[in-house]
């Protein structure tokens, strides 16, 4: 398998950046139902730092991801699939761009205005730039909150988006982006 993509297909490289990033996503939503759960605790602080940094490390991920894309070839649309089909694949694409970028910074904003620094693996801290709570980390809050709820719905169309292709259109759309040799 290439690492760069070809017309034909995802290279390895968006192959480790798109199962990474959904892999560290389900992480986050494992975290934060966990910690949201515990009472005020030792155990639950450590989860929301380990949260606030997996959150860092998507924002940039998110970053590299989309350079990454501009610097390689999009692999062509399926020729068996409908004019439609196409037009819906890449707005739920660009959507979820959107999201992987506003979820994590929504998340970032809501604690550094909330209050609280963020430390990122100890090698560097992003100070809290307000105290909290107040109004604009409530905002963020509640932004957070929607996108993640966004994020399911998105997330699930693309994943029924690759079954359709998969399993009606038969077009191999989705053994694009698995890896094989």
Partial sequence: M???NTLKEWGGVTQLFHWGMFFLILGQYT????????PPSDKKWTLFGWHEQMGVTLFLLAFLRLWWRELNP???????????DALLSK???WILYI???SFPLTGFLMTVLGGHPVNYFGLFTIPALMEGPNIYSKV???AHIWISYSLYVFVGLHILGALYHQFIVK???????????
């Avoid at 975290?31 to 515990?38: C, P, S």
């Avoid at 999009?74 to 439609?84: F, G, I, L």
């Fill in 2 to 4: 290439p690492w760069k």
């Fill in 31 to 38: 975290l934060a139902y966990t910690m949201l759960d515990l």
């Fill in 74 to 84: 999009v692999p062509r649309d399926s020729e068996k699939a409908p004019r439609w």
């Fill in 91 to 93: 707005a739920n694409i």
């Fill in 99 to 101: 999201l992987l970028f």
């Fill in 140 to 142: 963020f809050l509640t």
């Fill in 171 to 181: 077009d191999d759309i989705l053994v694009r982006m698995l890896p094989h040799p």
